[in-house]
């Protein structure tokens, strides 16, 4: 069987990405942000369809949703957010959580603009802003400070 990417967290890079860990899950800031403290929370383990995902990881899961959802509240005042399963490339059972705002933000000097609001059609079609190691640094930590 060939090594899941997804779920050793190579693709986002845990090592310099991860801002918790959980029993069944990983929450990290996510390496290439269409919004502003754009994140991705990943299965542990790996299954390619969200009905493989058990119980216990489901109940886990509302724990992580809780407390990302009021971190990223508390950090960055988001009007909206989207969660999102998309597994046509990572065929891996992950979440985007994509906080939406209606007008820019400001954060480590630089301006972030979410040019789709309210539409969800360009979030994932267009370049995505490839931030630098320290401004994602940054961000998790902002993220951080919020989180249980």
Partial sequence: MAKCTICD????????????EYKYWNFL?????STLGN???????HATALG???QE??????????????????AWNYDKINWML????DKHVHFHILPRYAEKRSFAGME????AWPSMAKIFTEKKTDLSQET????KAEIQKYIS
Avoid: W
């Fill in 9 to 20: 967290n190579d693709v986002f890079d845990k090592k310099n990405n991860l801002i918790k």
């Fill in 29 to 33: 800031i996510r390496n290439r942000n």
């Fill in 39 to 45: 994140c991705v929370v990943l299965l542990k383990r």
């Fill in 52 to 54: 493989d995902v058990t």
């Fill in 57 to 74: 990881e489901m109940a886990e899961f509302s724990v992580v949703t809780r407390e990302a959802e009021h971190a990223l509240k508390k």
């Fill in 86 to 89: 998309l597994m046509m490339q």
């Fill in 112 to 115: 972030f603009i979410d040019d």
């Fill in 136 to 139: 994602l640094r940054k961000m």
